[in-house]
């Protein structure tokens, strides 16, 4: 893995920053959290510990930024695509949505961490099972809009079932590349549309 390119003027803070950030999002994700130290983050970055340290109380306070920015980008991704295919029978959104979710999550192998905490660390354990429940409550938010006849009382089981079985599929497809992800989203789509429109 080569470092991030750093040219020889002085960063912005805001620059040295993202070179943290993206050098963290690199390693945690070729790693894992536990394997990647602090040394190997600031090599990565090109910069020094004071520098990280000025952005980041530690290591722990990085990966929680990580996850809270993946998470967000994460869970845009798809509701963007809703908004631009308003025109569109809710199927043909559907597909354009997981084919966003599966796009973002192909190209950002550090959300692994976002779908399945594997760091043994209690607060960040903490965080992505928060993260999971807003995730769940966007579901749920989507499940009244599209799908208003289902009773109130089914609509968090249903959001943890479309959460779990995106973030289940997810990591099974990282760790089986050979699975066609177009099966993969067809199979959701069928258990998606099943629950919209029973």
Do not use: C
Request: hydrophobic content about 45%; cysteine-free.
């Amino acid at each position: 893995m080569s470092k991030i390119a750093v040219s020889s003027h002085r960063l912005a803070a805001d620059e040295r920053r993202l070179l943290i950030e993206d050098a963290a999002t690199q390693l945690f994700a070729a790693r894992g959290y536990v394997a990647t130290t602090v040394e190997d983050i600031v090599n990565q970055a090109g910069v020094t510990k004071p520098i990280l340290y000025r952005h980041f109380e530690s290591k722990q306070d990085l990966v929680m930024t990580l996850l809270e920015r993946h998470r967000d980008e994460l869970a845009a991704a798809p509701l963007d695509v809703l908004l631009a295919t308003g025109d569109r029978p809710f199927a043909e959104r559907l597909d354009a949505m997981l084919d966003a979710w599966f796009d973002y999550v192909d190209a950002h192998p550090f959300v692994r961490l976002l779908l399945h905490d594997s760091t043994d660390d209690s607060a960040v354990a903490e965080l992505v099972q928060e993260l999971h429940s807003r995730q769940r409550a966007a579901d749920v938010a989507l499940l009244r809009e599209f799908a208003p006849h289902i009773p109130e009382r089914e609509l968090a089981p249903l959001g943890e079932l479309i959460r779990s079985a995106l973030s289940s599929l997810a990591l099974w497809r990282m760790d089986h590349p050979d699975v066609n992800r177009a099966d993969i989203t067809d199979a959701l789509r069928r258990v998606i549309l099943a629950i919209v429109e029973s």
